[in-house]
C-alpha cells in the first residue's frame, strides 16, 4: 500500500476583467480496484457556484460558474490517495505475460473479437487524436496483436520508447500523430495517442488515461499531468502501460481519469465572456507519503 499527495493548481490570467465564466474540471482521483480516494478538496477565486456529476466514462466532473467579474481565476485541488497496487512493476510485469499467455491458450480470438467490438466499441475506435494513418497501419502489421497477447503490448510500448525522443515543449495541446511522427519526438500525451492508435488497428481496446506520478523521481513527465494507457486482453482485464516511461503502471501511479482521447478527459476546460487575452500556468506537486 502507498500513500500519494496529490496537489494541483490551475491559474487563468485575463488582461481585463471578463464578465462571467464557466469551467469544467476533471482533477478528482479515482476510487477503483487499485486506488483509494481517502481526501479531496477543490478551492476556487474567486468563489463560484459548483455541481458534481459523472460523465460518460465514469469520470468525477465539477462544473463551475462565475457570475462576477473576474481578472484571474485559480482552481486548486488536493487530495490523498491510498495505492493498492503493492507489486513492483517488473513482478507486476511478469504476472502479466504468465497469466496472458496461459489465458489465451484456451481463448478463440476471433469469436473474443466479435464480442469486444460490441461491448468496447468506443475504444476501438478512430479519433482526430488516434487516427489510423498509412503510417500508424504499417507500424501496427509488424506486431501480432490480439494473438500475441501482453508482450506484444509491451513491445508496442518499447518501440514508442525506442525509437521516440522525450522532449516538451515541442508539440502542443492540439498536436495529433501527425506531428510525433514527423518529428519523432513528443511528451506523454503524444506517446500514448500513437500506443492506442496502433492498439486499436489492431482490435485491442485501449483508453486514453490522466493522472499524476510523484515528483523528482526516475519517471519522465513528472511535474505536470501525466497520461498513459490502459489496454483489456482476456482473462487479463483492464491493464496500465506508460509508454513514456516504456513501464507497466504501478504503486507510483495516481489515475484521475480516462477516455477515447485526450479531448475527453481535458483536466480544465472553460468558457469566459470579454474580450481580455488570457495566460495560462499549471502547478503540480504529487508525493509519496
Not at 33 to 47: A, D, G, I, V
Not at 156 to 183: C, H, P, R, W
Amino acid at each position: 500500500m502507498t500513500l500519494l499527495s496529490v496537489y494541483h493548481r490551475t491559474l487563468y490570467s485575463y488582461s481585463s476583467n471578463v464578465s462571467r465564466g464557466i469551467s469544467e474540471v476533471r482533477l478528482t482521483p479515482m476510487t477503483d480496484q487499485n486506488q483509494r480516494l481517502l481526501s479531496f478538496q477543490l478551492k476556487t477565486e474567486p468563489l463560484g457556484a459548483l455541481q458534481q456529476s459523472m460523465d460518460a466514462f465514469g469520470n468525477q466532473v465539477h462544473t463551475l460558474w462565475f457570475p462576477e467579474p473576474h481578472d484571474q481565476l485559480v482552481i486548486e485541488t488536493r487530495a490523498i490517495v491510498e495505492n493498492q497496487q503493492v507489486e513492483n512493476s517488473i513482478v507486476q510485469h511478469n504476472n502479466i505475460l504468465r497469466n496472458s499467455d496461459a489465458t489465451l491458450e484456451y481463448v478463440d480470438i476471433e469469436q473474443w473479437s466479435k464480442q469486444i467490438k460490441q461491448s468496447h466499441a468506443e475504444w476501438l475506435m478512430e479519433t482526430s487524436y488516434c487516427p489510423f494513418l498509412p503510417e500508424v497501419q504499417m507500424m501496427a502489421e509488424s506486431f501480432q496483436g490480439i494473438s500475441g497477447g501482453w508482450p506484444e503490448i509491451y513491445k508496442m510500448s518499447n518501440y514508442i520508447y525506442e525509437n521516440f525522443t522525450y522532449q516538451e515543449q515541442v508539440t502542443a495541446v492540439g498536436s495529433t500523430i501527425d506531428a510525433i511522427l514527423s518529428k519523432k519526438v513528443g511528451v506523454c500525451q503524444d506517446f500514448s495517442h500513437l500506443l492506442l492508435a496502433l492498439l486499436r488497428f489492431q482490435g485491442i481496446p485501449a483508453r486514453y488515461v490522466s493522472g499524476y506520478i510523484p515528483c523528482g523521481g526516475p519517471l519522465r513527465g513528472s511535474g505536470a499531468s501525466h497520461a498513459w494507457v490502459e489496454a483489456y486482453l482476456p482473462g487479463i482485464g483492464w491493464q496500465g502501460i506508460d509508454p513514456t516511461n516504456n513501464c507497466t503502471v504501478n504503486d507510483a501511479y495516481v489515475k484521475v481519469a480516462h477516455g477515447r482521447d485526450y479531448l475527453d478527459i481535458v483536466p480544465v476546460k472553460g468558457l469566459y465572456c470579454g474580450r481580455a487575452r488570457q495566460n495560462l500556468q499549471v502547478t503540480v506537486y504529487v508525493q509519496v507519503l
